[in-house]
């Protein structure tokens, strides 16, 4: 049985809708016996990793009090250093949606993850989703669902895009993965509101995604 830690929730995303669309997706790997999903805080993040836990999925933004005056962070150097050690050495890591968010483009972490959130419209829209399974490349995936259109930065040559985004406001990158030491990154940007969490495209999507990072 391999187990799956997951980090979700932030200021602006509700942590019962993301493990409502984690759990859904991962039911038929959690059912059959083939996984552990368990919930952790940021706070437990490095002494879990001492584990050696199959994968890590953050969906989870830096900033802990983005709307106060002196924000605090929970990504440490210390933290980011053990993220980048634990995946080296093997491990899986998916960051999703606000996992790529606020955290310093120098930091180990963001530069092993090869891209970061740079913005996205106010308003929320219509946004086209399309491209293969991270795990099946053969496996085409569309869809469209009212989100948060993320605008990401990444680095197109030392990676593997399997997603693309287009809303009315453009045209962007929603997923990528690669090879990090002897682990795999996986990055995933739907979705922001509980229906596009719970769309079965988005479902599919985190599906593969989970497992290529467990792979």
């Known amino acids: 049985m391999k187990t799956v830690y997951a980090i979700v929730g932030d200021y602006y995303h509700v942590s019962e809708n993301v493990r409502e669309s984690l759990n859904q997706a991962l039911k038929p790997m959690v059912d059959g016996g083939q996984y552990q999903l368990e919930y952790i805080s940021e706070e437990n993040l490095t002494q879990r990793l001492q584990s050696k836990p199959a994968a890590v999925v953050l969906f989870k933004e830096d900033r802990l009090n983005p709307k106060d005056e002196k924000i605090r962070h929970w990504l440490t150097e210390e933290i980011s250093e053990a993220i980048c050690r634990f995946v080296e050495e093997g491990g899986g890591f998916l960051t999703w949606h606000s996992g790529l968010a606020s955290y310093p483009p120098d930091s180990a972490f963001i530069k092993m993850l090869r891209g970061y959130f740079e913005y996205h419209p106010t308003k929320h829209q219509m946004v086209s989703y399309s491209g293969v399974l991270p795990t099946d490349p053969s496996r085409e995936v569309a869809f469209e669902i009212l989100d948060e ?11 593997n895009i399997f997603l693309k985004s287009d809303s009315v406001d453009g045209h962007s990158i929603g997923g990528w993965y690669h090879s990090y030491g002897q682990g795999k990154i996986c990055c995933l940007t739907p979705a922001h509101n509980k229906e596009g969490l719970l769309h079965e495209g988005t479902l599919e999507l985190l599906r593969s995604s989970v497992q290529y990072c467990c792979g």
């Open 149 to 159: 259109h993320y605008f990401v930065f990444c680095d197109e040559a030392n990676t």
